[in-house]
């Protein structure tokens, strides 16, 4: 079914993709039909209330085989034998916020204090959310229902997990529930149109991580277009809703923050005598870098 719908919609993608648009970061958008397999997702899961959509990016860890893919593959974790972690370096961490703060895309932050609880459910986990003031602003039941696994790099591992959950709100924790996990939070969270970008500096049984995620925060306006595409009605507009995902995940997932350059003071006696050396040699004070970078090596014995 995905590949006949592959197939009926690549050629309209041009209809709705506006090559002018601009993710969060300000990367260009570009034309991929794999926003398909997306827009089909989201048309099998937003159809309830409740439901939630994120897109998560990260690393996948293989235990035997890895995959051998040429270019970002929808990837099967029960054939490759792998597991996906929610994590990347504090570096790209930092600099994808400064990257959103540059753009003036707007933003809240917020720290809390997640208590998680043990779930009959299948699949499913209690969260109770405290904030600073250890006032509890939220007990939620969060069940997964599907995941779709894109893998970008092979080597590295690098790729994202786009999920459908849902989410009920609990009036209190179920008496036979048990305490799993402490965890601490610090987000910030950046509202781009109907997303939200939230970037979580979280820890957990003295382990540290940094998290981003991508999350639909307008539902109905979402859903509204589900609806549409379901029926028939207008196609296009969901398309153009899934573009919008994948572009900006990509944006994020594909960030590397620029190497910082090292400022170095150096000991004046020392920059002085080797200037001194240098100019008696080439009667140059201005030495060519390669050569300049040559003594400094003969004198930390870098050899």
């Known amino acids: 079914m995905i590949i006949q719908r592959l197939i009926s919609y690549s050629s309209k993608l041009p209809k709705y993709l506006n090559m002018e648009s601009r993710t969060a970061l300000g990367n260009p958008y570009y034309s991929d039909d794999r926003v398909i397999l997306l827009a089909n997702f989201l048309a099998e899961y937003l159809v ?12 996948f860890i293989f235990q035997e085989e890895k995959p051998d893919f040429k270019q970002i593959s929808m990837i099967d974790l029960q054939r490759y034998r792998g597991r996906f972690e929610s994590d990347i370096s504090a570096l790209t961490f930092i600099s994808l916020m400064e990257k959103l703060k540059e753009n003036s895309v707007p933003f809240t932050f917020i720290e809390t204090e997640d208590t998680l609880y043990s779930s009959k459910k299948k699949n499913s986990k209690i969260r109770q959310t405290i904030n600073s003031n250890n006032e509890v602003i939220a007990t939620i039941e969060k069940s997964r229902l599907a995941d779709i696994n894109f893998l970008i790099n092979p080597t590295t591992g690098l790729g994202f997990r786009i999920s459908a959950n849902t989410e009920i709100n609990l009036e209190e924790i179920p008496q036979e529930s048990s305490v799993s ?3 601490k939070k610090a987000r910030h969270s950046f509202r781009y149109q109907y997303l939200e970008l939230d970037f979580t500096e979280a820890s957990m049984g003295g382990k540290k991580s940094f998290e981003v995620e991508l999350e639909i925060a307008d539902v109905p306006f979402v859903k509204n277009h ?20 994948w572009n900006n995940v990509l944006a994020m997932a594909y960030h590397r923050p620029k190497a910082p350059l090292p400022h170095i003071k150096e000991n004046e006696e020392v920059l002085k005598a080797r200037n001194e050396k240098y100019e008696s040699h080439w009667g140059n004070t201005h030495p060519v870098i390669g050569d300049y970078l040559y003594e400094i090596i003969l004198e930390n014995n870098f050899q």
């Open 226 to 245: 589900v609806d549409s595409f379901l029926s028939g009605k207008d196609r296009n507009s969901l398309l153009g809703i899934a573009n919008k995902i």
């Open 48 to 59: 309830e209330p409740g439901i939630e959509i994120e897109a998560k990016i990260g690393n």
């Open 181 to 183: 996990a402490i965890r």
